[in-house]
């Protein structure tokens, strides 16, 4: 067993035991009055933004307070959404990859300004190209750069407009460039938040441990948390179960109606790659961007360790939790794997994750111990607000959160 799982295991342990003694002197526990009006105004979000199904969890003082699921879960047997529904966690995925590589910086096996070309110089990519292996990040630039310029590649014209602007042949890119969304253009100078640059990050998480990265993170995560009911999970019989009870999935049809949708992750990756050559492993399917399935009493599992410093030291957890700050020194609004925003004095540290189909949202106010977990089964929670700006006040379902349930409104303008 790796020495910081067995570590993180005793700890989680020890914690839980002196949680459950303390119970009882926590601090002021949540008014019912208070969650009363939250779940009151989160059930006509959940309805105003078509959400067939969505499952919440409320944390104070690293105590689970509010746990339960909205609306249904499948609605054509009217499968009730619970605290216990597994969801595909879609970007919130990220603070969690972010978590693992700090455990790799504390431990002084990685350095945040190192370039990734030169970490990844050797490494065997978990893609080939027309069955050809991919060994080194720089041979993977190519690879990527080649199908930009190739006019009659299907696939020219997106990975252009997801990689065109990503220049490794010019320009030092870092660790710390992927982790806060400025690796493009000049690095470090420009915040542009990409889901599949981050997922590069998976690379690295493979080189340092020498395993898969959903290997990495059931033996650094999800295993010593018992994070029970999240994928990736100790073995396939585990996950095929989690897998089993997720929840349906739907779109909004034309008629306003909701019509059920097939999801991909985890399961298979578009058809057009395959037919052009691009053979991607499954296992990447989870990486460091998106990929994870989850409940909301595992999430809420992973922030009470999170709070507890059992997973990172109160130093390396307040480096993620600090806004980056630009070459020309603008501040930007992500930390390292997480939004950072100041709200009426307090910060708010969050993130939220979108994939056309499900929806996702976790959110922290550190000062108040007060933690949000929101997992739908629509794309109603994340579709309209424009998260990716960065501004958390643009989501009615965190302004809920916020006016209920923390005091932060309560300190803006009157």
Same mark, same amino acid.
């Given at each position: ?112 300004? !190192? ?45 252009? @407009? ?28 420009? *915040?542009?938040? !990409?889901?599949?640059?981050? @997922? ?46 997720? !929840? ?34 499954? !296992? ?31 130093? *390396? ?16 609004? *992500? ?80």
């Amino acid at each position: 067993m790796h020495l910081r799982t067995a570590i993180v295991e005793l700890v989680c342990i020890i914690s839980l035991i002196v949680a459950a003694g303390l119970s009882g002197c926590a601090g002021s526990r949540l008014s019912d009055d208070s969650i009363q009006a939250f779940e009151q105004d989160i059930e006509r979000l959940r309805k105003e933004w078509k959400i067939p199904g969505m499952s919440i969890a409320v944390l104070h003082n690293q105590e689970v307070e509010l746990a339960r699921g909205f609306g249904f879960a499948g609605l054509e047997n009217k499968v009730p959404a619970t605290e216990n529904t597994p969801y595909n966690l879609a970007s919130c995925t990220k603070p969690i990859a972010a978590v693992v590589l700090m455990q790799f910086v504390e431990e002084g096996r990685l350095d945040l300004d !190192s370039p990734i070309e030169d970490i990844l110089e050797n490494t065997l990519i978990p893609i080939r190209y027309r069955g050809q292996e991919i060994r080194g990040y720089a041979s993977f630039y190519e690879l990527l750069t080649d199908i930009i310029d190739d006019a009659s590649n299907p696939l020219s014209s997106e990975f252009r @407009s997801t990689y065109g602007n990503y220049n490794l042949d010019t320009e030092l890119i870092t660790v710390r460039h992927h982790l806060t969304h400025t690796s493009e253009g000049v690095p470090g100078e420009t *915040y542009r938040y !990409s889901g599949d640059l981050y @997922s590069f990050l998976s690379f690295v998480v493979n080189e340092l441990s020498g395993k898969r990265f959903d290997e990495a993170l059931v033996e650094r995560v999800t295993s010593p948390l018992g994070m029970v009911n999240t994928v990736p999970n100790i073995n396939d019989s585990k996950r095929d179960s989690i897998l089993a009870n997720r !929840s349906k999935y739907y779109r909004v049809g034309q008629d306003g109606e909701f019509v059920e949708a097939q999801e991909n992750r985890p399961v298979k990756w578009p058809d057009i790659f395959e037919e052009l050559g691009l053979e991607i492993e499954p !296992s990447f399917l989870i990486n460091a961007g998106a990929g994870m399935v989850s409940t909301v009493v595992d999430m809420a599992k992973f922030d009470a360790a999170l709070d507890r410093n059992i997973l990172l030291s109160e130093e *390396y957890k307040n480096l993620m939790f600090t806004a980056s700050v630009s070459n020309s020194g603008e501040r930007l609004p *992500y930390g390292l794997g997480w939004f950072v925003q100041e709200i009426h004095g307090k910060k708010v540290v969050w993130h939220f994750g979108y994939a056309g189909i499900h929806s996702s949202l976790i959110m922290k106010v550190p000062e108040e111990e007060k933690t949000l977990i929101l997992l739908a089964n629509s794309g109603g929670a994340s579709e309209k607000f424009n998260l990716g700006a960065g501004d958390v006040l643009s989501s009615p379902f965190a302004l809920a959160f916020l006016t209920h349930l923390t005091d932060v409104m309560s300190n803006g303008p009157k």
